[in-house]
């Protein structure tokens, strides 16, 4: 069963909440306030033992941007367990270099909106 935001959890994503990489710092202006279509996104957000960088409940989608540690063997398998385990309670992981953020930020955004209507689209089906 998933679970929001476990309790043993809160010190730490408050503390993340607190030390944004910069490229969470860049994205997280562009997603507060429901500026993307509409819709609300949550920092450091956790689900089950997982926190999530940027996540929308509403659409289930998770943004997670992905530093130099994120390409190390280790880090892709954990990587690939982890967008496993959410997919498999049907949250959607959009993964972004942490470079694209800033060199594409148009790029980003676009991919995030296009996920949204399509997580939309879904819905109404």
Known sequence: MKEYNKKHLITFRKKLRRNLTPAEAALWPLL???????????????????????????????????????????????????????????IQVLRFENKLVFDNTSQVIDAIETALKNRLDEDKS
């Open 32 to 90: 507060k306030n429901r500026q993307i279509l509409g819709f609300r996104f949550r920092r450091q957000f956790s689900v089950d033992n997982y926190i999530i960088d940027f996540f929308c409940p509403r659409a289930k989608i998770a943004i997670e941007l992905d530093g130099e540690v994120h390409y190390q063997v280790e880090a892709l398998q954990n990587d690939r367990k982890r967008d496993a385990d959410l997919h498999k309670i049907g």
